[in-house]
């Protein structure tokens, strides 16, 4: 059974960063495609981007490049998804989920509780 | 982009009636190479992250009652709950993941009428 546990909740101030961990147990980073997917307040689902583990790189929604950066720890277990520059509009829980491993299709079968992330001067 | 279009937007259906949610994307969904639809729909309950409910429009996840159902092909999906119960209410999202980016529709919410 996959388990996603999320860092806490986070105040930031525009233009600051914010870095939010997932650490995944019951399988293997470098089985698992780990995504990040974030919902504004009574909001729909957005999906930001993940690591694409056949091409060994992350991959980012257009929106976010350039502002987002997802990474990993193997030796943890740990995804990071750090987003720069904020904004207001960037308030929003921010969940990881992982896809079915070997599967090509990338729905999401496992979700971290979520992080809230509020932007505010 | 491939645009999601949920309809409706919400609905109200009585205990132990159907309720039946519409999913359309604006470019097909369909691979020829595997004949698999890539499309997905999640149920998401106040407070809570999202959960899987049916994969590649049809297949429903391990655990979910039978009650949930997906069809549809190409462009043009349902999800149908044969028999509303209490713990349906949610909203529930589809989502493609044909082609990225990944995109999602706008939710519907199911309430009990």
């Known amino acids: 059974q996959v388990q996603l546990v999320q860092s806490g909740a986070e105040v930031k101030k525009p233009g600051a960063s914010v870095k939010v961990s997932c650490k995944v147990s019951?399988?293997?980073?470098?089985?698992?495609?780990t995504h990040w997917v974030r919902q504004a307040p009574g909001k729909g689902l957005e999906w930001m981007g993940g690591l694409d583990l056949e091409e060994g790189e992350a991959i980012y929604a257009q929106k976010f490049q350039g502002r987002v950066s997802m990474t990993e720890d193997i030796s943890t277990d740990t995804v990071y998804m750090e987003l720069s520059t904020l904004k207001s509009d960037d308030t929003a829980v921010y969940y990881c989920?992982?896809?079915?491993?070997?599967?090509?299709?990338?729905?999401?079968?496992?979700w971290g509780q979520g992080t809230l992330v509020t932007v505010s001067s | 982009d491939i645009v999601m279009t949920q309809s409706p937007d919400s609905l109200a259906v009585p205990l132990g009636e159907r309720a039946t949610i519409n999913c359309k994307s604006s470019?097909?969904?369909?691979?020829?190479?595997?004949?698999?639809?890539?499309l997905a729909w999640y149920q998401q309950k106040s407070g809570q992250p999202p959960k899987l409910i049916i994969y590649w429009a049809s297949a429903r996840e391990s655990g979910v009652p039978d009650r949930f159902s997906g069809s549809g092909s190409g462009t043009d999906f349902t999800l149908t709950i044969s028999s509303l119960q209490a713990e349906d209410v949610a909203v529930y999202y589809c989502?493609?993941?044909?082609?990225?980016?990944?995109?999602f529709g706008q939710g519907t919410k199911v309430e009990i009428k």
């Open positions: 470019q097909s969904v369909l691979r020829s190479s595997n004949n698999k639809n890539y």
């Open positions: 019951g399988d293997t980073l470098t089985e698992l495609p």
């Open positions: 989920a992982t896809a079915p491993p070997g599967s090509s299709g990338l729905f999401f079968d496992y």
């Open positions: 989502q493609q993941c044909s082609s990225s980016p990944l995109t």
